[in-house]
């Protein structure tokens, strides 16, 4: 099992710019996460998935998408980036409700 | 809102120090868990609290959530070089375990 991979590790955007960030999980897991975490700091819930199909907002959804047609599929999209977009975005997964959140490698964004 | 605030955000110590790291919310959680990050990976768990005063083991490292199920803390014992990292905890909210929100951090360094 590879668990939780995240594409690309790096991305240097200019502001105005879009782009997908990708997430992919084998374990078969209901629930995704998206969050970001800026230098230092915790991690802030930008969007979550029970299902395919199904997903929700988190703490801090505004200037960003998703959508989950698959199970193992997640992605993150930011239209119109901007500099306050800059942080590191970690996807995660866990298997119903009492289970273990797995968290994947993230992904560095910088938005200049 | 659910905020949790951990304490202190950063802490350097000596090889073989005892040290506590805390949580608090004036929310209650149904859950608990604690998280440990190196740079540039995604946090891993370390364990999970559900019950008010319960008291978890993982070697070296002790977990205690409060009775009123609002504060938890992290004691380590006989700190190593090892055991840097940042620590996040991470509550769920008693709406539901679909989301967990993620305390502020701290930043843990233990010099040989």
């Known amino acids: 099992n590879a668990g939780v991979t995240q594409t690309p590790k790096f991305r240097i955007l200019k502001i105005g710019q879009s782009m997908t960030l990708q997430c992919t999980q084998d374990?078969?897991?209901?629930?995704m996460y998206w969050y970001r975490q800026d230098p230092g700091m915790g991690l802030k819930l930008i969007y979550y998935?029970?299902?395919?199909?199904?997903?929700d907002k988190g703490e801090v959804p505004n200037g960003y998408n998703v959508s989950r047609s698959t199970t193992e599929d997640f992605p993150l999209r930011l239209e119109l980036a901007a500099p306050s977009q800059t942080s590191v975005y970690f996807c995660?997964?866990?298997?119903?409700?009492?289970?273990?959140?797995?968290f994947g490698p993230g992904t560095r964004l910088t938005v200049l | 809102t659910q905020l949790l605030e951990q304490s202190p955000q950063f802490l350097s110590i000596q090889e073989g120090e005892n040290l506590t790291v805390y949580c608090n919310s004036s929310?209650?959680?149904?859950?608990l868990q604690w998280y440990r990050q190196e740079p540039g990976e995604g946090p891993v768990l370390l364990v999970t609290?559900?019950?008010?005063?319960e008291v978890k083991k993982l070697k070296r490292l002790t977990f205690q959530f409060g009775d009123a199920r609002k504060d938890s803390s992290l004691h380590i014992t006989a700190a190593q070089p090892g055991d840097t990292g940042l620590y996040l905890c991470?509550?769920?909210?008693?709406?539901?375990?679909?989301?967990?929100?993620f305390g502020t951090g701290t930043r843990l360094k233990v010099l040989a």
């Open positions: 374990m078969n897991h209901n629930y």
């Open positions: 995660a997964s866990r298997p119903g409700l009492a289970g273990e959140q797995f």
């Open positions: 929310s209650v959680f149904s859950s």
């Open positions: 991470a509550g769920a909210g008693s709406s539901g375990t679909y989301k967990y929100i």
């Open positions: 998935s029970v299902g395919a199909g199904i997903t």
């Open positions: 609290v559900v019950t008010g005063g």
